[in-house]
């Protein structure tokens, strides 16, 4: 009975990693979310960075957010589009955990680590029907007044 409860237990553990680590298919890619705020918190390491975003009390939608320009990035994404259907989440969470690319991509853009206290927003999707924890994963970002496309390298 122990050795069974020791393979179990050794099972589980084998399996850990690949539930904290998520793809693209858990994310609404038709609900892109505009989120802005102040990072509080920054992972700057791989798989993907990361930076904890506190919201204001009353998040909005920029005026110039459907006109603001961005980035060509090698992979197809239609910016535009998604700046256009770009909204609000609905939950009312105040911090947000912002996944960005890969170390080696935000190089690529010549994007610099965030510090703690940094103005940022970013544009990006998160979990089916806003279920689990508050996650967006970033699609573009936007900090110090530059855009930044994460989903692949500068075109």
Same mark, same amino acid.
């Given at each position: 009975?122990?050795?069974?409860?020791?393979?179990?237990?050794?099972?589980?553990? !084998?399996?850990?990693?690949?539930?904290?680590?998520?793809?693209?298919?858990?994310?609404?890619?038709?609900?892109?979310?505009?989120?802005?705020?102040?990072?509080?918190?920054?992972?700057?390491?791989?798989?993907?960075?990361?930076?904890?975003?506190?919201l204001?009390?009353?998040?909005?939608?920029?005026?110039?957010?459907k006109?603001?320009?961005?980035?060509?990035?090698?992979?197809?994404?239609?910016?535009?589009?998604?700046?256009?259907?770009?909204? !609000?989440?609905?939950?009312?969470?105040?911090? &947000?955990?912002?996944?960005?690319?890969?170390?080696?991509?935000?190089?690529? &853009?010549? !994007?610099?680590?965030?510090?703690?206290?940094?103005?940022?927003?970013?544009?990006?999707?998160?979990?089916?029907?806003?279920?689990?924890?508050?996650?967006?994963?970033?699609?573009?970002?936007?900090?110090?007044?530059?855009?930044?496309?994460?989903?692949?390298?500068?075109?």
């Open positions: 009975m122990i050795e069974r409860r020791l393979f179990v237990a050794g099972s589980l553990g !084998l399996a850990l990693p690949s539930w904290a680590h998520h793809g693209w298919s858990s994310f609404d890619q038709d609900r892109p979310l505009y989120l802005e705020g102040r990072a509080t918190k920054v992972m700057w390491r791989n798989p993907h960075g990361e930076v904890e975003l506190e204001p009390e009353n998040p909005t939608l920029p005026a110039d957010l006109q603001r320009p961005l980035p060509r990035q090698s992979a197809n994404v239609d910016g535009p589009a998604l700046l256009a259907k770009a909204q !609000l989440p609905t939950r009312r969470d105040r911090k &947000w955990l912002i996944e960005l690319a890969p170390l080696t991509r935000l190089q690529a &853009w010549g !994007l610099e680590e965030i510090k703690p206290g940094t103005p940022v927003a970013a544009l990006g999707f998160t979990y089916t029907g806003e279920k689990g924890d508050p996650v967006l994963r970033a699609e573009y970002l936007f900090v110090g007044g530059k855009a930044y496309g994460l989903r692949s390298s500068p075109a």
